[in-house]
């Protein structure tokens, strides 16, 4: 299995810009997690699928920010416009069983100017 | 809602045991993992124990969970160049969360 994948690795684009960052979960899996992680607040769940269904989007920090998981083997996360504060390295993962054990894509690094 | 805690750094000189500390508030936690996030990579899971043990043994890494204090530790013995990374804390509630809440991450480093 090729575990989560995620596209594209690194953006840079310019504040203002529709910034839109792809996952595609570890096949059976259930559950899919978008986070984002920067040095001054850590790692933050912006959003939680169940069974494709937005569970959880608590922490998706403004309306700039969507989520979508048309099927079971894609997501997108979007954001639009894009400001400079979005900068951070965004991670998708999934689980599934009774563990929840989550496995994490490489993450996509994003900056915006 | 469940918090975490860890401390940020460990320094430790290659050979020696490394001990990376975790407190949660949770008395209910089910399950409490470790992750590993080396640089420019996702988190990578490296062990898990579940709340009814209180050590698990894989090869170098021990993990010891004190449910009375709600403190879960984990062990790294000869602790090699190649261990330098961030460990992550993390613990599942109860009540059918599917959501574990993590810590902020310690970076160990190791000195040759």
């Known amino acids: 299995d090729a575990g989560v994948i995620q596209s594209p690795r690194h953006e840079v684009t310019e504040m203002g810009q529709e910034v839109t960052l792809r996952c595609k979960p570890i096949?059976?899996?259930?559950?899919l997690f978008w986070y984002r992680q920067t040095m001054m607040r850590g790692l933050e769940l912006l959003i939680y699928f169940n069974n494709n269904v937005p569970i959880d989007d608590s922490g998706m920090p403004e309306d700039r920010f969507s989520a979508k998981m048309p099927n079971a083997s894609f997501s997108t996360l979007k954001i639009q416009p894009s400001e400079p504060r979005d900068s951070a390295v965004y991670f998708c993962?999934?689980?599934?069983?009774?563990?929840?054990?989550?496995?994490f894509g490489p993450g996509t690094r994003l900056t915006v100017l | 809602g469940e918090d975490v805690e860890q401390s940020l750094f460990l320094s430790v000189r290659e050979g020696d045991s490394s001990v990376i500390n975790c407190t949660y508030t949770?008395?209910?936690?089910?399950?409490l993992y470790w992750y590993k996030q080396e640089p420019g990579a996702g988190l990578q899971l490296l062990t898990y124990i579940f709340s009814n043990m209180d050590m698990k043994q894989d090869q170098r890494l021990t993990v010891l969970l004190n449910k009375k204090d709600k403190h879960l530790s984990l062990r790294i013995a000869d602790t090699q160049t190649g261990d330098s990374a961030i460990y992550f804390c993390?613990?599942?509630?109860?009540?059918?969360?599917?959501?574990?809440?993590f810590g902020r991450g310690t970076s160990l480093i190791v000195h040759p």
């Open positions: 993390a613990v599942l509630g109860s009540g059918g969360s599917y959501i574990p809440t």
């Open positions: 949770d008395s209910s936690s089910t399950y």
């Open positions: 993962a999934s689980s599934s069983g009774t563990r929840n054990e989550q496995f």
């Open positions: 096949s059976g899996h259930n559950s």
